[in-house]
């Protein structure tokens, strides 16, 4: 980043990145494609730079305590950096959604309509300890014709300032503007503020984080913001649950990767099954570490259970703990879903056709499933490279949102002289 950037306010980055916003609609589905490719093969030359730079925020994390679940979304390592220069490259090669007609019809006088994907102009992210989001964000916007701003918060502030400049000046050495690709990080409170009052600059704000960072962007913001929410998820075990599908697919929702916000938090085992399910499955977590919160019943069939509170229904743990609480029937099951759920992900496991097919039509999450992990709720899993997040309000978007969700659209008529009578 040139020294004259660093001179000037939040503002008028959001300005450049406005102007930058018109160049980068412009580019070809190819042009676009070659850029992402340069920006790829920038971030692998330079991974020991970022994972230095990365190497600084861990201490600072450590030091500060952040907690485990942070830091593991803060770390940065050789694998994970290469899979970020991955990630871009595979954004390259889909499918450019500009230009893609969505729908259209021809008037009774002969006007010809069609309605078309545009870019949105200038997509603004506000997130925290998650440097991927900076290249994630980055990528998917410049595939679908976006300018963007990233606020990336504190924790990540020196693997976000590498990750940015590598950005930049692979855009630059493309023949791109890399005004394209802005950050406020170092503006602080006051840059998120810009981001959050940026209208006629941001066209739509994303945040990413807790779910305090997420109800500030929310309440406070005056431009459009597309809410990720948190991940209060839910596995339902049915009686005909078998023992190896509740096993390994509630293992893996909780410890594949345990800080995100795909990972079961709930774990609702019917009074049918729970004497069947609930030593086998309570023994399985322990086995990998996981402190299981159950409540009367659970701790009556297992050892080593923690009582759980009224609290721990609606934790989102990002740790090794899981809650698990025995419920009557599908009936009680889907009404602690509706009562403490954010409508991220749940998940039945079953093999009765008639409870899947209720569950999957009754639950009101954005994604739901059925004998499958939460693990897949997720915009790679899903066909769409990186992921800008995952989208739990119903108005634009929902689920894991790619290249088409960061897109608007514009109707063309073509007429050949035709007036309103």
Known sequence: MSADTLTDTAQDRLARAKDASREVARLTSADKAHILHAIADAIEAQAARIIAANGEDITRGEESGIGDALIDRLRLDERRVAALASAVRDVATLPDPIGQVVGGHRMPNG???EQVRVPFGVIGAIYEARPNVTVDIA?????AGNAVVLRGG????SSNTVLVEVM????????VTPEAIQTVDDFGRDGAKALMHGRGFIDVLVPRGSAALIQTVVTESTVP???TGAGVVHIVLDSTAPEDWARDIVVNAKVQRPSVCNAVETVLVLRDAADRLVPLVVAALQEQGVTVHGDGPVAALAADVVPATEEDWATEYLSLDVSMRVVDDLDS???HIRQYSTGHTESIITTDARNAERFLAEV???VVMA???TRFTDGAEFGFGAEVGISTQKLHTRGPMGLAELTSTKWLARGTGQIRA
Not at 154 to 157: G, I, V
Not at 168 to 175: F, S, T, V, Y
């Open 111 to 113: 006007v010809a309509l």
């Open 139 to 143: 990528a998917l916007a410049l595939r």
């Open 154 to 157: 504190s924790a990540a502030r």
């Open 168 to 175: 930049r000046d692979a855009l630059e050495a493309a023949g």
């Open 225 to 227: 913001v597309i809410e």
């Open 333 to 335: 099951a889907l009404e």
């Open 364 to 366: 009101d999450s954005a």
């Open 371 to 373: 004998n499958a992990s």
